[in-house]
């Protein structure tokens, strides 16, 4: 699917190559961390400092991680909330991946359906929220977008894409 010159792709499994890819995350970015348990790197008792004196990040925001592929956290969830995620924190990030991946010359981005990983946030709200981000920041350098969804929903994300949702 063609939109605003980015080529909309929906697959079941990210490609092998991308240059940033999207996480949901909640304000502690715990809900993408790598569930072993390992050692710190730190001595322990900077690790219990450093975890008991973080700050939370902002819902709606995105925290950049550096690497290949990049990693762009967006923060969708406050797990101190019920229901921990609402819409216009999804809209806010969906903004802020697509403003970060156009700062740092991304052209292949891929991501989750946001709001869907952990929340109920409707597809087609979703899509259409999509679409705002990119309408809003209007990026020069992405030229590429995989959504990537379970195989249930393959179909159901490839029509919204090319029905007027999306125009």
């Known amino acids: 699917m063609q939109g605003r010159g980015i080529e909309v792709v929906v697959a079941t499994a990210p490609p092998a190559a991308a240059d940033a890819v999207v ?3 909640d304000t502690y970015l715990v809900l993408s961390a790598d569930p072993e348990v390992r050692e710190p790197e730190v001595a322990r008792l900077r690790a219990f ?3 008991y004196t ?3 990040a902002e819902p709606g925001s995105v925290v950049a991680r550096e690497g290949s592929p990049l990693r762009f956290l967006a923060v969708v969830h406050d797990l101190s909330q019920d229901p921990s995620w609402c819409e216009e924190w999804v809209a ?3 903004e802020a991946v697509v403003r970060e991946a156009d700062l740092r010359t991304v052209r292949s981005l891929v991501m989750p359906p946001l709001g869907r990983v952990h929340g109920a946030l409707p597809r087609e709200r979703l899509v259409v ?3 705002a981000a990119l309408q809003a920041c ?3 350098h992405l030229e590429r977008l995989c959504l990537v969804v379970p195989d249930e ?3 159901v994300f490839q029509d919204l894409f ?3 949702l999306w125009r």
Do not use: M, T
Request: hydrophobic share 40%.
């Open 49 to 51: 400092h450093e975890a």
């Open 153 to 155: 929903e393959v179909g």
């Open 162 to 164: 090319e029905s007027g």
């Open 129 to 131: 929220l999509l679409r």
């Open 92 to 94: 806010a990030a969906l």
């Open 54 to 56: 973080a700050e939370p």
């Open 138 to 140: 209007a990026p020069r």
């Open 23 to 25: 996480a949901e995350e």
